[in-house]
């Protein structure tokens, strides 16, 4: 069975979903990684149940107040954090749009969350068929309402899909698999909105970006992705 876990980032121009995917044999190894992970924090002073968030770590905010003031401190924890979960042997898949070219050039009333959504559960379709196996999916909570236009009743189980067993929804907060992409996911759509007004910074989020990547499967289909 392959587990795939997914969050997503957004931001003005682009809206991003990552999904980090392990093989069940691996489900230990990443309870593993989490415990050594955060014991490491400990010693910084981040509690041991604070959430890995992206965003929340980068603004010193939830539990990572302790890194006020310290942008090089919190580059280094995304550094650390993306280098110990090579142990656990995952990938990452990521699947993004550019807002603009998106609302231009679509032909459904999707959202770009619905979009997104099922262009990933696509490639994870793709990627256990290529495995041989199953994939369950564990995504972060979203409202009914949304929920209810992906429809995921109606997709799941057809010719298109039929690797995936079930889409789950879960609190991101107990859930580290989902933590692992939503940090996937930040660092992508941060690189991706060029938004940066520091050369140096610029450079820090491309070497981010590089240690994804080299964890990453490549995307075939570039429609709407370039920003």
């Given amino acids: 069975m392959l587990y795939a876990f997914t969050d997503e980032s957004y931001s003005a121009s682009c809206y991003l979903q990552a999904a980090f995917l392990i093989d069940e044999s691996r489900l230990l190894a990443m309870r ?5 992970i955060r014991k490491n924090l400990s010693k910084i002073g981040v509690a041991g149940e604070t959430e890995f968030h992206g965003h929340a770590i ?3 905010r939830k539990g990572w107040q302790t890194l006020e003031g310290k942008f090089h401190s919190k580059i280094a924890v995304i550094r650390s954090f993306l280098k110990e979960i090579e142990r656990i042997e995952g990938i990452f898949i990521v699947e993004a749009i550019n807002l603009s070219n ?5 032909t459904t ?9 099922r262009a990933l559960l696509e490639r994870i379709n793709d990627f256990a068929l290529s495995s041989n196996g199953n ?8 409202s009914k309402e949304e929920r209810a236009r992906i429809r ?14 079930s889409v789950n929804y879960v ?7 989902i933590q692992i992409a939503d940090i996937c996911a ?5 690189y991706l909105d060029h938004a940066e007004h520091n050369s140096r910074t610029t450079k820090l989020v491309s070497e981010l970006k590089a240690q994804i990547d080299a964890r990453s499967q490549p995307r075939s289909n570039k429609e709407l992705w370039s920003l």
């Fill in 58 to 60: 980068m603004n010193a």
């Fill in 109 to 117: 009333d999707e959202s770009p969350h619905q979009y997104t959504s």
């Fill in 171 to 177: 609190d991101s907060e107990k859930e580290f698999g």
């Fill in 102 to 106: 998106f609302y231009a050039f679509s």
């Fill in 152 to 165: 995921y009743p109606d997709i799941l189980g057809t010719s298109q899909l039929h690797k995936i067993t």
């Fill in 32 to 36: 593993d990684c989490e415990t050594l």
């Fill in 186 to 190: 930040y660092i992508c759509r941060r």
């Fill in 135 to 142: 994939a369950e999916v564990y995504s972060d909570k979203i």
